[in-house]
């Protein structure tokens, strides 16, 4: 996955170094009972600074991630349907958007809820096995549009001393994510017919949902590893005073 995007996506969790203050809007306080609408300003604040690229930090401007590889199945058995999606490039993920902010700052938890109007996906697909009782195994483009998309991620941290300033660890990160309308489908295809491909289509559109479904777990699991990494690296660098005072 493009560490650009992940950065713009996740680092909305961390906060600045002082001479990067104006980027976030300002530090927030502990103290200060509407401390979560604090943040979800200066999160904000940040998304709207890293769209037209942030030099300083090392971010450039971009607008599409990248993910290596998702699969799904459909069946079992050796006719089971198994699809294989490479490269995959998804474009308008920095039209990305907090719309709520929940944090424990006492326990060092958050939970950031974010908003994506509109996903545009391609990738190379490959399948195998029998679909809708016809020998569906070849390769070709897919092609999705994702509509509305909401994620959720809460993380833990787990605060230490380093050089007279307090740093966060990370502990724990979840995250998941859905969307509310999706077209998909498939084309250029392999050792295939109009007919089949025809098909395919109906078949992906038709069960858009469940076939996300199915992609879920293993995206889950890639986008919590690399965010996992991430994550990591910034809260290392960035001190946890610099975002949280009193």
């Given at each position: 996955m493009d560490y650009r995007i992940l950065f713009l996506v996740i680092v909305v969790v961390v906060a600045p170094t002082s001479s990067n203050t104006n980027i976030f809007?300002?530090?927030?306080s502990k103290q200060d009972p509407n401390v979560d609408a604090c943040l979800l300003k200066s999160f904000n604040n940040l998304i709207d600074h890293m769209k037209e690229g942030s030099p300083e930090l090392g971010i450039e401007q971009t607008d599409s991630i990248t993910i290596d590889e998702l699969s799904i199945a459909l069946g079992g058995g050796p006719d089971g349907y198994r699809a294989t999606f490479k490269d995959i490039n998804a474009s308008g993920v920095d039209e990305v958007t907090i719309t709520n902010v929940r944090s424990d700052l006492d326990t060092y938890q958050f939970q950031l809820t974010m908003f994506i109007p509109h996903?545009?996906?391609?990738?190379?697909?490959?399948?195998?096995?029998?679909?809708?009782?016809?020998?569906?195994?070849?390769?070709?483009?897919?092609?999705?549009?994702?509509?509305?998309?909401?994620?959720?991620?809460?993380?833990?941290g787990e605060p230490y001393e380093r050089d007279g300033q307090t740093f966060l660890k990370l502990k724990?990160?979840?995250?998941?994510?859905?969307?509310?309308?999706?077209?998909?489908?498939?084309e250029?295809?392999?050792?295939?017919?109009?007919?089949?491909?025809?098909?395919?289509n109906l078949f992906i559109n038709t069960n858009a949902q469940e076939l996300l479904k199915e992609m879920k777990p293993q995206l889950k699991r890639d986008l919590a590893e690399k965010m996992s990494r991430f994550l990591d690296r910034i809260l290392e660098k960035i001190p946890y005073d610099d975002w949280i005072v009193d």
């Open positions: 809007g300002g530090h927030c996903i545009s996906a391609t990738a190379r697909y490959r399948s195998s096995g029998v679909l809708l009782l016809v020998r569906a195994s070849g390769g070709g483009d897919y092609w999705g549009e994702y509509e509305h998309v909401k994620a959720k991620v809460y993380f833990r724990q990160i979840k995250l998941d994510f859905s969307v509310k309308d999706i077209k998909m489908g498939v250029n295809l392999q050792n295939s017919n109009s007919v089949l491909q025809a098909a395919l």
